[in-house]
Nanobody
Framework: QVQLVESGGGLVQPGGSLRLSCAAS????????MAWYRQAPGKQRESVAT???????SYASSVKGRFTISRDSAKNTVYLQMNSLRPDDTAVYYC????????WGQGTQVTVSS
């Protein structure tokens, strides 16, 4: 079993920044992929950014250049630095882990509004 605990969501004005954290614990594999997904009201869940154990990253086109995913291997924690936030970034953000099995965090709300 793997547990994912997210933190860092909240309310921010357009143009502002937030940093999300996802701490992974439990039976972690030596090789895995972690990611951030988001789901806005009435929309499907979508991938925002991914990072492999080798450090390879990928981003959705809508966030490229504004969001940065990173990892602290010693803490088994993945971060999502979100800059230049826009109202259409408003969503519940979920942490995702996959190796032999897939796990999701509980989600953290990000609201971008003036």
């Amino acid at each position: 079993q793997v547990q994912l605990v997210e933190s860092g969501g909240g309310l921010v004005q357009p143009g502002g920044s937030l940093r999300l954290s996802c701490a992974a614990s439990g039976s972690l594999s030596s090789m895995y992929l972690m990611a951030w997904y988001r789901q806005a009201p009435g929309k499907q869940r979508e991938s925002v950014a991914t990072i492999s154990t080798g450090g390879t990253t990928s981003y959705a086109s809508s966030v490229k250049g504004r969001f940065t995913i990173s990892r602290d291997s010693a803490k088994n924690t993945v971060y999502l630095q979100m800059n230049s936030l826009r109202p259409d970034d408003t969503a519940v953000y979920y942490c995702f882990y996959t190796a032999s099995r897939t796990y999701w965090g509980q989600g953290t709300q990000v609201t971008v509004s003036s």
